[in-house]
Structure formats: structure tokens, C-alpha cells
């Protein structure tokens, strides 16, 4: 006959089928009761991944009871598992323990640096999955106004650019940044023509005090490395060039410009690399070579860099299971095969009474900023063959014309719309020179008519050219955006379902004062 076991071994395995118990009935309740979060899509997937086989089984339960008592049987048996594995964890624990700690001093402080470990960990789960919010934010009419501005030179700038072929991205905040530094040095017929074609509406230092709010806006929003919002400026000037003190301090003041000292005139190449490196740092090595010495020559005296770089996390990611191959109709003659991701979430979504455009809103986490898709409504088959739709949706995309669709989509409720859009990846490269001129900003590039005396007190400087790089990438998880502006100044002798599966309009908007971040058009995720 054989023998029972031991009451203490009996109590200990008891304990262990408990703790196990314990712990399925704990997983199981955070998938419902964790508000969304990435930790509730972790531990959703962790608990999918190991009940798998049993959820297989009950699918095919034909009765109620079967499916009961299958639930039941397994509860039990991945309790039992996860005893087990309780039990293994605490013998190796012990082992351990017994091998290299000896005294009761060492004991006590290996349960008490396994309980801080512990704490920790909880601490930072607890942390973590706690809901985002937005950072509250009330804008003055002073940044409204700068914001208004942006928007509409944004928009002019994006008719300069919207007639070249395939995608196109930029960033409105970054350009509008680097041109108000440029600004603050401006004076006469220059200042007044910058200001026309940039929309700025106040003196030089009062706007530059609103691009510093917004900039303090846009760093307090960034939490738990769930979004990264990052701006940087800086300057590189000429060794021994003479720069006014009072320029160099209004841009330090406000725009927090880092000012350093470089040798363009015998030493461009280490010059270009100084400055690389610097926007490869503050773009996390998306941009490289923004600029090339081949830029620099004697005349050179002056390099303004504006840097923006984002990455959030969707608040509603969506899962790269679901993410198929699917036609993306690029026009009416090509069609293209791309991974095109699918959910169902609760999502703002409007067709707009005015005019023939669905809009989306795909808000990251704690909703400071959304991106934004205006989608041209076509039937198929479009008459236009080249873009179905975009070049009547871009041809309507002014300022007014876009305050009145966020209108219309901000004061829509979130329902269950079903979304499927293609994950893409693009980057730019734009000479803004000659689409700021076009736009009525002539006299800071001509080398006898600028006046940017208020930098250095003379009226020898002038723009050499405007460089804009950027780089977007959107996926399952969310978005990674980074742009950088960089300008040389010279001196004269001195609903219910939204498919995006054809051409399309994007922002990336920051809600709380409206500031448009990056605009751009997908014709091909291809490319």
C-alpha cells in the first residue's frame, strides 16, 4: 500500500496550488479592470499567448455546461501551473540563499532587497499604467495669434509645395521657429516682408515670447517616455564674426539657441560635421547630413539649425497581428500592396457638411496630440487619373476651409469606427529658398537688399538658402516624426469605417493651442 505524504508536504503543495489560483484569478482581472494602457495590451497578450490551447477548446464547446465546466477544468489546470512555477522560482531562491548567503545579517539583507526589488517593480507597473491625461493648457490671445499665423503660412507653404510629385512632408512649427529667430534680427523692408509672409502679428519680442510658451508647452507635455516632444534651436557663427549681444541674448532668452562658434570660412568640412552631429543628436540619428560643406563659402557667416523630434504611442495602438497585406489605390491605373493595419476603436470621425472630405482623428497617448487624416472623398472610378480626389482636397485646403473641419470634427462624440490604414514611412528633403520667395519674402535673400542689421548691426547679412529635412514613420505602436530647419546667412563682400486605401492628407496637431507640428500627403506607402 502506498504511503500518504507528510502533513507538511501536504500543506506545502495546498499552499502552492493557492498561490497559483491566486495568481491566474489576479491576470485574468487586470486585463478587465486596467484602464487602457500599454500594460493592459501587454498583460491582455501575455494571458492570450498562454491560455491559447484552453480558449481553442472552448470555442468548440457546443453547450453552456460544456463551456462552464471546460472553464473550470481549465482555471484549475493553469493554477496548477503557475503553482509550480511558483514553487520552482521559490526552490531556486532558496538554493541560492542556502549556497551564498550565511549569516542572518545576509539574509536579512537579501529578503529585504528582494522586497524593495519587488515594491519597485509594482511601483513602476502601478506608475505605468496609469491613464494619460492632457496636460491642461489655456493659450492667450497673444498665442492664439502666433498659432493663427502659423497656420495659415503652413497652408500657403504647403500650395508652394503640392505640386511636386509623390509624398510630401514638412514641418510647419520647425520652419515658423527657425524664420522667427531670423526675424528677431530683421529690420525694414525685410522685417516687414517677413512678417507678411509668415503671418506674424506682433513686435519682434513679444512674438518671440509666445514661441517660447509654446515651446514650454510642448516640453511639459511629454510623460513617461510614452511621448517624446523635443525642440531645440541653435546658432553657429562665424569665429570672431562680431554678433549684437542683444540678438544673441533674445534668442538664448527665448528660443533657447545654443550659440557656438565654427570656422566656415577655412574649415567648412569640420564645420558641417559640428553642425550634422548636432542635429543627428537632437533628431535620435534620423537626420543625417543636413547640411554639406559644399554650402559654406567666405561669405558665410551665420547658421541657424531648428530641430523637432516626436515619437508617441497611439491611445488606441493597433495590433501587428491584424496588420494584413492590402491594395492602397495610388491612382486609378496603379495599385500598390501595402501593410495595411485594422482596428475598432472608439475614434472621432466626420464626413464634412462643406465639402467632399472624411476626416479622422488618431489621438496618442493622453491626447495632447492627434494626427489628424483628411481623406478626399471619390468614387471609383475616379475621373481623375493621376490622384483620385487630392488635387480638389489640396486645392480646398486653406486656413478657413481647415477651421471650419477640426470645428466639425473637434464637436463630433467618439463612436466605434472601424479604421484600416496602411503603415508607411517617408522622408524629405526641400529647398524652401525659392517657394519663400514666390511667397513675397524677396529682400532677406538678395545680397544688396536684406537688412537683418539688428544681429550684427550692419546690413551686409543676407539668407543664402533654407534647408528642411525631414522623416516620418507610422506604424502599429504610433508615430516617430523629426524635422530639421536650417538656414545660411551670408554676408555681401561681408464613421463607421474609415479605410484609407488611396491618396491622402495628414497633420500631427498639438490640441491644447491648436499648433499645427507636421503636415503631409501620402500618394504612395511605398515610397
Not at 316 to 335: G, I, L, M, R
Not at 410 to 418: C, I, L, M, S, V
Not at 425 to 432: E, N, V
Request: net charge neutral.
Amino acid at each position: 500500500m502506498q504511503a500518504a505524504l507528510p502533513p507538511k508536504a501536504s500543506h506545502h503543495l495546498r499552499r502552492y496550488f493557492l498561490l497559483g489560483i491566486l495568481f491566474e484569478v489576479v491576470i485574468v482581472a487586470l486585463c478587465f479592470l486596467l484602464p487602457e494602457s500599454w500594460l493592459q495590451i501587454e498583460v491582455r497578450n501575455f494571458v492570450l499567448i498562454t491560455h491559447y490551447p484552453f480558449m481553442m477548446m472552448l470555442d468548440t464547446a457546443d453547450s453552456a455546461i460544456v463551456a462552464a465546466l471546460g472553464l473550470l477544468f481549465a482555471f484549475a489546470i493553469i493554477g496548477t501551473v503557475w503553482g509550480f512555477l511558483i514553487y520552482q522560482a521559490t526552490r531556486l531562491a532558496k538554493m541560492l540563499s542556502s549556497r551564498y548567503i550565511v549569516s542572518p545579517l545576509q539574509k536579512l539583507a537579501w529578503k529585504c532587497g528582494l522586497c524593495l526589488l519587488g515594491v519597485a517593480i509594482l511601483s513602476w507597473a502601478a506608475i505605468a499604467s496609469l491613464p494619460a491625461t492632457p496636460v491642461p493648457f489655456t493659450a492667450s490671445p497673444e498665442v492664439k495669434s502666433t498659432v493663427n499665423g502659423n497656420t495659415v503660412f503652413a497652408l500657403d507653404l504647403y500650395q508652394k509645395l503640392k505640386d511636386q510629385p509623390g509624398n510630401l512632408f514638412f514641418s510647419p512649427y520647425s520652419i515658423s521657429t527657425s524664420l522667427a529667430m531670423t526675424y528677431a534680427g530683421a529690420r525694414g523692408q525685410t522685417e516687414t516682408e517677413m512678417a507678411n509672409v509668415l503671418h506674424f502679428n506682433h513686435a519682434q519680442t513679444n512674438l518671440s515670447a509666445t514661441f517660447a510658451e509654446l515651446a514650454a508647452r510642448m516640453s511639459r507635455i511629454q510623460r513617461w517616455n510614452r511621448i517624446t516632444l523635443l525642440t531645440a534651436n541653435s546658432l553657429w557663427g562665424q569665429r570672431d564674426y562680431q554678433f549684437k549681444e542683444t540678438y544673441l541674448n533674445l534668442v538664448h532668452q527665448f528660443y533657447h539657441a545654443e550659440a557656438r562658434e565654427v570656422d566656415f570660412i577655412h574649415s567648412a568640412p569640420a564645420a558641417a560635421d559640428e553642425i550634422n552631429a548636432w542635429v543627428g543628436r537632437q533628431t535620435k540619428g534620423r537626420i543625417q547630413n543636413a547640411v554639406d560643406a559644399k554650402q559654406f563659402n567666405d561669405l558665410t557667416r551665420l547658421v541657424l539649425c531648428d530641430a523637432i523630434y516626436f515619437k508617441g504611442k497611439w491611445q488606441h495602438p493597433f495590433k501587428k497581428s491584424d496588420t494584413v497585406p492590402a491594395d492602397f489605390h495610388v491612382n486609378t491605373n496603379e495599385t500598390v500592396t501595402v501593410p495595411m493595419m485594422h482596428q475598432k476603436s472608439r475614434f472621432k470621425a466626420v464626413i464634412s457638411d462643406h465639402d467632399p472630405v472624411e476626416l479622422l482623428e488618431l489621438p496618442y497617448s493622453g491626447t495632447d496630440l492627434s494626427m489628424i487624416i483628411l481623406l478626399p472623398q471619390i468614387e471609383w472610378p475616379s475621373p481623375d487619373v493621376k490622384n483620385p480626389g487630392l488635387p480638389d482636397l489640396e486645392q480646398r485646403l486653406t486656413a478657413e476651409n481647415l477651421r471650419v473641419w477640426l470645428a466639425e470634427l473637434d464637436q463630433a462624440g467618439g463612436h466605434e469606427t472601424y479604421v484600416r490604414m496602411p503603415r508607411f514611412t517617408t522622408s524629405q528633403s526641400l529647398d524652401l529658398t525659392e517657394p519663400l520667395k514666390s511667397l513675397g519674402m524677396k529682400s532677406a535673400f538678395g545680397v544688396n537688399t536684406a537688412n537683418f542689421s539688428g544681429m550684427d548691426g550692419t546690413t551686409n547679412l543676407s539668407i543664402a538658402n533654407v534647408i528642411h529635412k525631414t522623416y516620418v514613420q507610422v506604424d502599429e505602436s504610433g508615430t516617430e516624426a523629426t524635422a530639421v530647419t536650417v538656414q545660411t546667412v551670408r554676408t555681401a563682400s561681408m464613421a463607421e469605417r474609415f479605410i484609407v486605401d488611396h491618396p491622402f492628407i495628414f497633420l500631427i496637431r498639438e490640441n491644447g493651442s491648436g499648433s499645427i507640428l507636421f503636415v503631409g500627403r501620402i500618394v504612395d506607402p511605398t515610397k
